[in-house]
């Protein structure tokens, strides 16, 4: 990767922003001008992320593309290099920055459907983007937290002003746990910048820092939760069901899809990779939270008659997964936790794709009012099959390699949780398959004679994210590369 | 105080603004004789300030004093400057409102000149009177101006109440003073810093008791838990710009007095004052927060919520160095614009709605978007949101207050600013997720809806100076480097090294 590619990792973190900042000035009025717009600057977004994912070396260093501009230094608490503009990107966050570019694309596709106020929804859902990918390119603690905070900020107003069924409910409980999450990560922040006593939030420079293993283990914990809350992990995932219930499509696909994921990378960037005997202390602790929240999202999704719930209950179930990889502290079990993030972004933003889809026409998401609907709406049943297969884990897609990878860790380093996590892939396959059964097949409920098949938008957005799905599954090896590489050269501690 | 030849040309700045303050008053006793135009006194505020302001730059890192009574240096720049601006925005932006809302108009502008003097006095003083008469002088403009309100008995009320506990503020921060010169023997800030790096041991008693009533006195000014009970009252009932400069210039002035006698002469005896310092900032980010919660009235919500932020100031305050001073100046300045921002687009919702009850700020997304933009984009910096200016100066001053091993604080702070964000938001969606009043809901299927045009636009003076604000607190946010060197100049002079 040559250094000149960190102007295209600035890009994807100022397009978005420029394009939010451009939509302030068309009129509202003008939607062929807000559509044009948007087309493009997704389309931007996918290519280059497309670009900078082919083009990570993972034979090469560690972390490429790496370029540095003066902020605020030699000022306060400030020291040299205090606050960097600093992008540079490794073989984590090469995949996360694909799976945001793929993600996007599709999701403002489906939100041209929208006619209540479009402009300013678009406006927000830019910033969000623009916090996500600056999040995952930022190698500045202080930006790294401040985009971060920025993908959250916008999800209150989208949520409350263009979701569904109790959305001021949802969007408040959503924003007040992610906000109050966010204070043990400040918290850690301030903690770590003072123990590392460097006076730079430089994140190359906080990794190689000393810290005292107490204080490791006092802080770990603090970034686990904090980020893990927006991560979805058990037991603080209370705001997912709810907020995904609520959130209009391109939301939940972008918040389910991309934004959980930013927690679980945060868990990395700021658990793993700097306070890694913290995190060796405490991987014992997010094996016993990522197996209870597999099994627990799993058996209470079994319960869901709304197919939203039942959606955002099977993410928390799927995030267990993550952190269960995580904290197998084995090169495999890690890199699975890294190839599920990438797998169940692209498979629930498909999900809530073809569920939004389905919703705004027929107004009803309750799985026992539907049956042999693969009669009235073929493309839509085949594309939310292959979710659901990628979902269960069946060989050929993505979510197989992911699962495969944690399970192979997950033996390695305790067995019997190991037979614990392929009891809940069963329990997932329970509740896909039945509710295809219910819902796709058997006799036509002709009181949804109505729908029509999904719209030109919808279908294209969904093949593109099958595609990202059908890619993983049969040909993992880009993605394995890269993160193991960077998995086995930079966390120490972590075994192959 | 030998040399009686002072260098009057250090008081520039002060000398425009009370001559300005004089004239304003002269000019509109007459103005039926002289057919003054209305637009002259507030132009000619907005004029004198801005003289002031850049006339300050002229001591730009030089440090001089006159007569050892005010110092004038970087430190007293940057708050020369802060409340210049803030003069500057708030006559430009409550222009409109004055004209209709103000009695004594002249008085009105003579007041907010004399106020803005009292506060340069305060943040130069190098002597305990002089800077009892900074004070004094800030106090008493704004005890009139709170009570200037046409048709609103509540002005008066406020007024009467904000005068008798003021008073007794005064007279305890007087005693206070009193006590510490008996303590060190002196009024000057550099001999009673000597007087107590030599010991304190046999003036303990007075010392403590002294320290006690000055942080009383001063966190009256401040409203800093427990003193802040006149706040509320006199931010709702005294007119939308008086607030603004009460929750601006007021307090601006009393933490520049604060941080130079806490870092100053009262550096040594650090071990005293620190941990009531320390107490006042927790309970004063909780109650404010807290009661913050329960409030209707927008007036009564900002001011609680300014009681929280001072809160966040004085931890940095208790945590004295020069990294946490300049995160804190850093933070006053951040404060200030935002802050001035809300009120500003408040009062232009005001000249239009007559109202400052939150309810009534429902669906103004609808009805004056950039409005309802502006007053979100505050409401999110002063809760700590990021791309604005109070993520980037809460972050700052929380980092240096951690550093200096106050992170126990911190993490209060951190918990408190999230719940701000609650009552803020409560606004926001009052704004944006409710409809306004006699807007038709949009049909669900299409969305469409034929509704009655309730748009309404801002004045051009608002506009105008809502749009700089609105800038400055983005500029701040993402950028803050200016303002962080400036401020770490700043406090260079208080901890030389």
Redesign the interface.
Known sequence: MSPNDAYLMLATFLIPLGTAVLLMLVPSKERSAIIGITALASFAMFVIALYLFVNYDFEGPQFQGVKAWT??EN????GERGIQLKVGMDGIAAPMVLLTGIVIMPGTWVSWK???RTK?FFILLYLLVA?VFGTFVMLDL?FF???Y??AV?PM??LI??WGSTRK?YGA?KL??ML??A??LI??A???I??EAGLGTFDLPSLFAADYDPRMQKIFFPMIAIGCGTLGGMFPFHGWSPDGHASAPTAVSMLHAGVLMKLGAFGIIRLGFQILPEGAAFWAPALIFIGITAALYGAISALRQTDLKLMTGFSSVSHMGYVFLGLGTLNVVGMTGAVLQMFAHGVMTALFFLLIGGMYDQA?NRDIPNFSGMAKQMPIWAIFFILAGLASLGLPGLSGFVAELHIFVGVFRAYPIVGGLAVLTAAITATYLLRMFAAAFFGEFNPRWSHLHEITWAERAGAAVLAIAILTLGLWPSPWVDRISTTLAQTIPGVAL | MSDLNFDYTLLIPELILAAAAGFVLLADAFRRELRLNRTLLPGFTVLAAAAAGLSSLAWLDTTDDFATLLAVDNFTAFFRVLFAVTLVTVVIGSYEFVAREIRHQGEFYAMLLLATLGASVMAAAQELLTAYIGVELLSFSLYVAVSLAKRDTRSGEAGLKYVLLGGVASATLLYGLSLIYGAAGSTSYAEIGEAFAAGTANVELPLVLGLVLVIAGLGFKISAVPFHMWTPDAYEGAPLPVTAILSATSKAGAIALLLRLFSGPLLPVKDDWQWMLAVIALATMVVGNLIALQQTNIKRLLAYSSIGQVGYMLMALATVSDASASALLLHLGGYTVTNLAVFMAVIAFYNRQRSEAIADFRGLAETNPYLAFVIAAGLFSLSGMPLLAGFTTKFILFQAAAQDGYLWLVSIAVVMSTISLYYYLQVIRLMYVREPDGAPTPDPQTGRLDRPNLRWRTSPASYAVTALLLLGTIAIGLYAAPLLEAADDAAAVLFPT
């Open positions: 902020w605020m000022a306060g608490v400030l929208l006619h209540h300013d916090g202080f937290f401040l985009l905070e920025t900020l209150y107003l409350a002003v001021e408040m924003m007040m906000v109050a966010s204070i400040f918290t922040i301030f903690a910048f003072t107004h």
